[in-house]
């Protein structure tokens, strides 16, 4: 069981820490008057203000170890449209993220959770997953194996948010801190350096952050939550390793035929050019996860609607030879799907999803997939957090809610540093962080790196050979279905 955030046990004052702290702090900014141009000190300088650099900064707020400490988020996008976010009832946006119960446990506590508007979350307590070219399936369904919603179990998998709206939840709860971290954005990090020797200060190991606009911040501990390409783990010399797929993910969101029939269950098909998944919004909505090859995603993106619509119906429905085959078409695709439709044998919903109806305006799009793993998460006064650190395929919906367990455990491991009286930049603060995630980091990868590989067989004898494990995964033997279950809703 998690210990909360917010409870961390204080064993020394946080002032003790703070006097230090303030001491070295002054003395910096000496430096930084002295030795122009400059050099602004903060505590913590977070760079990116993707989904987790504004967990971080709004974790770091809400912990009542890590609030007084001086935070700085630098993003090099706009965040006023996200800030501003003001959405259309009868639409959601392509970008969605499924948050799995422990992170949005921390989201509550963080004061985030109450700035999501539930009308626009959809949990779901089901999962049909299938192999495209034996048919054998998985069925997660807690209602069925905890004998219904009465049961004390938690049975939600997961909870689909906009990740729009999330940015905003979190906008919103950092906003309310009585602390709040300087937030600088449409402004990029164009350098990153170590600072001087001065008459006050050594400052030789720490961060010297430059940004666009000229300004300078020295960085006692500086956290790259900067994404798959990051500027900061280029800055550590770290080593990210892993490969392309020579994939993308088509995305986009749907209005199906009538939600009554649709259980509000995740579709997932494994194809062997890459899985595709239906997953459920609100009401009549839903959306698409499509990981295949790029020229088929061009093909996808170049159809009309209702031929774009009749493809991702087919995608559940028929066999992989068909749907190759339509790749093939330029248009007339919901014609002759519907006549090949019409002499297949599919299964009927609740075992695939109800057919889609109406693709939203401007929410196709595609993703390029790969999967990179930085060789270490922390060096000198330097952290990885998120993507920088791990970017994952996003199959298992996971990439996220593994980079907020990371905020969660970068926290704790900063609030000990600070009751034992530690720098924060120290490596006897860091280590911890980095012993605590990059295992499970690293086989959550490998897991779904090999699922990856296993589906994307046509023939050959591993293609049995998966359908029996799943079938024996299917039947719960050895209580394999729930020890499945219970794992993907931790992080
Ligand atoms: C199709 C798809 C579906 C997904 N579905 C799920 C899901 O269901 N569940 C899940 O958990 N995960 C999912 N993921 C993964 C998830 O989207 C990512 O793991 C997550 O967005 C990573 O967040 P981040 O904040 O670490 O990085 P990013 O979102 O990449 O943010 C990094 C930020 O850093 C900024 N930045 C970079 N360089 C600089 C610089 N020099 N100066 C200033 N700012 C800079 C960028 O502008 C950006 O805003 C999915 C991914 C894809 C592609």
């Known amino acids: 069981m998690r210990q909360s955030l917010l409870h961390l046990p204080i064993k020394r ?3 003790a820490f703070q006097g230090s702290r303030l001491a070295r702090i002054s003395a910096a900014r000496s430096y930084a008057s002295e030795s122009s141009p400059n050099p602004e000190v903060y505590d913590v300088v977070v760079v990116g203000g993707g989904p987790v ?5 709004a974790a770091l707020g809400a912990a009542r170890t890590t609030n007084n400490l001086k935070v700085a988020l630098i993003e090099g996008m706009n965040l006023g449209p996200t800030r501003d976010w ?32 539930q009308d626009r979350v959809q949990s779901y ?50 906003d309310e801190l009585a602390l709040k971290p300087t937030m600088i954005d449409k402004t990029k990090v164009e350098k990153i350096e170590y600072g001087k020797m001065t008459n006050e200060l050594d400052m030789r190991d720490w961060p010297i952050v430059t940004l666009s606009t000229g300004q300078k911040l020295a960085a006692r501990l500086l956290i790259g939550a900067d994404g798959g390409n990051s500027p900061v783990r280029t800055f550590a010399g770290i080593e990210s390793r892993g490969w392309d797929y020579d994939r993308h993910s088509m995305v986009a969101t749907f209005r199906i035929e009538d939600d ?22 609100p009401g009549n909505f839903a ?17 009309a609607p209702e031929d ?43 075992q695939i999803p109800v057919r889609i109806t109406e693709v939203l305006e401007g929410t196709r799009a595609s993703f390029p997939l790969k999967m990179k793993h930085a060789d270490k998460y922390v060096g000198e006064r330097l952290a990885l957090v998120g993507d920088a650190a791990h970017t994952i395929h996003p199959m298992a919906g996971q990439g996220l809610n593994s980079g907020i367990g990371d905020v969660y455990s970068l926290v704790k491991h900063l ?19 980095q012993a605590e995630r990059y295992l499970p980091n690293n086989a959550l990868l490998g897991f779904v790196d090999k699922l990856h590989t296993l589906y994307g067989f046509e023939t050959g004898p591993l293609v049995p050979l998966r359908s029996l494990g799943v079938e024996i995964i299917n039947k719960d033997w050895f209580g394999l279905k729930r020890f499945l279950m219970s794992q993907a809703a931790k992080s």
Do not use: C
Request: proline content about 7%; charged content about 20%; hydrophobic content about 40%.
């Open 86 to 117: 003001n959405p259309k009832p009868e639409y959601f946006a392509n970008r969605i993220v499924s948050l799995i119960p422990s992170t949005v446990r921390l989201l509550k506590e963080i004061g985030t959770w109450k700035h999501i508007r």
């Open 260 to 281: 009554s029939l649709f259980p509000k269950f995740a579709y997932q098909r494994f194809l062997p050019s890459g899985p595709v998944a239906i997953l459920p919004l």
């Open 125 to 174: 307590d089901g999962m049909q997953v299938w192999d495209g070219m034996t048919g054998s399936r998985v069925e997660f369904d807690w209602n069925k194996l905890w004998g219904g919603k009465d049961s004390q179990t938690d049975t939600t998998i997961a909870h689909m948010v906009e990740n729009i709206h999330l940015s905003h939840g979190l906008l919103k709860s950092i």
């Open 287 to 303: 959306n698409l996860a499509w990981s295949t090859t790029p020229e088929k995603v061009a093909h996808l993106k170049s159809l």
């Open 415 to 433: 609030a000990d540093g600070i009751n034992h009286g530690q720098d924060i930049g120290s490596s006897f603060t860091l280590e911890p962080y």
């Open 13 to 15: 004052s946080p002032w």
């Open 308 to 350: 774009f619509v009749a493809m991702v119906n087919a995608a559940f429905r028929l066999s992989y030879t068909d749907i190759d085959y339509l790749h093939n078409l330029k248009s007339g695709v919901a014609e002759e799907t519907k006549w090949r439709e019409s002499v297949t044998k599919y299964p009927e919903p609740p």
């Open 53 to 57: 650099g504004l967990t971080l900064a």
